[in-house]
C-alpha cells in the first residue's frame, strides 16, 4: 500500500519507518493544507498529524487523488471534519490512546521547574553565579492540588502527586470512582478548586464549554500567586487575560505545553525568524513561565504506540477489517 505521512517529523521517523515497513512509505515534513495537497496525489492512504488540515476542501482533494484511508497519528480529531469525511468515502482511525503517564509526567516536571526555579538555577550557575537568592521555592507537601479533568491523564497527575504527599482536589462532571477509592481526593465544583488550589491543571478536551474557562473570572476566585499548568489545550486559557494576571501577580507562574495559536508557530525552528505573535512574545519575558512545544507526549513509549497503532489502523484496512479506533462520521 501507498502511504504518505505528513507533517511527519525528524523525531518520528525511524519509529514510522519500523512499524510500516511492509508499505511503501513517503515521509514528508510539510503539513498537509490546500497548498500541499497534491503531495498525496496516488497515495492509497495518509498518515497526518494533529496540525495537519483535515477540512472539507483538503479531504475533497484526497479524495480526487485516490486516497480512501486518513491515519490520524494523535488522539484529538478536532482537525478533521468527520461528516465530509463520511460523505466523501473516506476511512478515518485514529490512535486513542498512546502514553498518558507521558503527559502526566511532563506536567509534573512543569510544577517542579517552576516550584524550584530549575531554568533560572541552571542557566546562574552556567555564569559562575552560585548566589541563592530569587529562587526558594515551596514544599509541595501539604499543598493543594486542583485537578481540572480526572480522564486517562488527569488520574496519573493525581497518582503522582498523591505521592508528594499534596491535597488533591478535582472537578470533572464524570467522577472516576476507581480512582476515589484509590486515592483521598475530593470532588468540587470548579469554583471551590479555583478559591482553595495553590496549584491548578488542566486535563480536559477543549470544547465550547470548557474554551476560555481560565480568564480573567475565574481567576478572580484563585489564590494570589497560584501556580497553572496546561498540558491540555491551548484554548482552556485566555492568554491575554492570563498575562494581565502574571503582570499583578495574581498568578505566580504559568507552565503551558500548548497555545492557543500554536498551529504557525510549535513543532517548527523559527529561530531565524522574526518573531510575529506578540503574545508569545510578552510570555516570554516572564521568568515565571515556562513554555514547552507541545512536547508533553514526546516519549520514546509514546512514538512507539503511535506508529504502532497507526499501522495497526492501517492493516486492518489492508485485510478488508474494520480497525476499532474507526471514527464514525461527525
Ligand atoms: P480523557 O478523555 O481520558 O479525560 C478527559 C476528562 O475530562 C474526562 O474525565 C471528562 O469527563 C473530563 N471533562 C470533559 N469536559 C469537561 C469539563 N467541561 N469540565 C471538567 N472536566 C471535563 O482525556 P485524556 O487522555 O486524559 O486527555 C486530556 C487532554 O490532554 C486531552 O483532551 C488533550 O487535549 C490533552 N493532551 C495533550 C497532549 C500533549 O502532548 N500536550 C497529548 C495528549 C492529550
Not at 531565524?272 to 516572564?286: G, P, S
Request: with cysteine; glycine share 6%; net charge negative.
Amino acid at each position: 500500500m501507498k502511504i504518505t505521512a505528513f507533517s511527519a517529523h525528524k523525531f518520528e521517523h525511524s519509529y514510522l519507518k519500523e512499524a510500516l515497513s511492509d508499505h511503501e512509505l513517503k515521509l514528508l515534513e510539510v503539513r498537509l493544507t490546500m497548498d500541499t495537497v497534491d503531495l498525496a496525489a496516488g497515495s492509497d492512504a495518509v498518515a497526518i498529524f494533529v496540525t495537519d488540515n483535515g477540512s472539507r476542501p483538503v479531504l475533497e482533494k484526497l479524495q480526487q487523488f485516490g486516497v480512501k484511508y486518513l491515519a490520524l497519528r494523535s488522539a484529538g480529531f478536532n482537525h478533521v471534519d468527520l461528516s465530509a469525511a463520511e460523505e466523501l468515502g473516506l476511512k478515518v482511525a485514529r490512535v486513542p490512546e498512546y502514553s498518558p503517564a507521558a503527559i502526566a509526567e511532563h506536567t509534573v516536571a512543569l510544577m517542579l521547574a517552576l516550584n524550584r526555579k530549575l531554568v533560572k538555577a541552571h542557566n546562574r550557575v552556567r555564569d559562575l553565579n552560585f548566589s541563592l537568592d530569587g529562587l526558594v521555592g515551596f514544599d509541595m507537601e501539604g499543598k493543594t492540588i486542583g485537578i481540572a479533568g480526572t480522564g486517562k491523564i488527569g488520574s496519573k497527575v493525581a497518582k503522582t502527586l498523591s505521592g508528594f504527599g499534596c491535597r488533591l482536589l478535582a472537578y470533572d462532571p464524570y467522577i472516576n470512582e476507581s480512582l476515589k477509592a484509590e486515592l483521598e481526593i475530593e470532588y468540587v465544583d470548579f469554583k471551590t478548586l479555583c478559591t482553595e488550589s495553590d496549584i491548578i491543571t488542566l486535563h480536559l478536551p477543549l470544547s465550547s464549554s470548557s474554551q476560555y474557562m481560565i480568564n480573567s473570572s475565574s481567576m478572580e476566585d484563585m489564590k494570589k500567586g497560584v501556580m497553572l499548568i496546561n498540558t491540555s489545550r491551548g484554548a482552556l486559557v485566555n492568554t491575554k487575560e492570563v498575562i494581565e494576571a502574571l503582570k499583578t501577580g495574581k498568578i505566580g507562574s504559568f507552565g503551558m505545553d500548548v497555545y492557543e495559536e500554536e498551529e504557525d508557530l510549535f513543532f517548527e525552528d523559527h529561530s531565524e525568524d522574526i518573531l510575529q505573535d506578540d503574545v508569545i512574545a510578552r510570555l516570554l519575558t516572564f521568568q515565571n513561565v515556562l513554555i514547552t512545544s507541545h512536547q508533553a507526549f514526546l516519549t520514546k513509549e509514546a512514538l512507539e504506540k503511535i506508529a504502532g497503532v497507526t499501522a495497526f489502523n492501517l492493516n486492518c484496512w489492508a485485510k478488508n477489517e474494520s480497525s476499532p479506533h474507526e471514527l464514525k462520521g461527525g
